[in-house]
């Protein structure tokens, strides 16, 4: 059974960081995996990715968040730095494991003074 858990959301303030976990079970390590967030009446909104050898950003997070991975403990990490408060949004790790999707919980994130 596929189970995404995802920790380490809190409140932070403006130019502030944090690291999400996402730790993964049921499947092998190297499937690529996503890290998408929602903030209130928005679309949920992909992030960030990382594959066996290359990530992918959104724009606006770009120079500011790194996705990365320890595959011998399955998780994924994404680095969030100098936080604005448009990032301010409820995190949600994925994976597409052979055809299917997989999504964790969720963990808030409040950028806030």
């Known amino acids: 059974q596929v189970q995404l858990v995802e920790s380490g959301g809190g409140l932070v303030q403006p130019g502030g960081s944090l690291t999400l976990s996402c730790a993964a079970s049921g499947f092998t390590s190297g499937w690529p995996m996503r890290w998408y967030r929602q903030a209130p009446g928005k679309e949920r909104e992909l992030v960030a990715t990382i594959f066996r050898t290359s990530t992918n950003y959104v724009d606006s997070v770009k120079g500011r968040f790194t996705i990365s991975r320890d595959n011998a403990k399955n998780t994924v990490y994404l680095q969030m730095n100098s936080l604005k408060p448009e990032d301010t949004a409820v995190y949600y790790c994925?994976?597409?494991?052979?055809?299917?999707?997989?999504w964790g919980q969720g963990t808030q994130v409040t950028v806030s003074s």
């Open positions: 994925n994976a597409f494991v052979a055809g299917s999707t997989y």
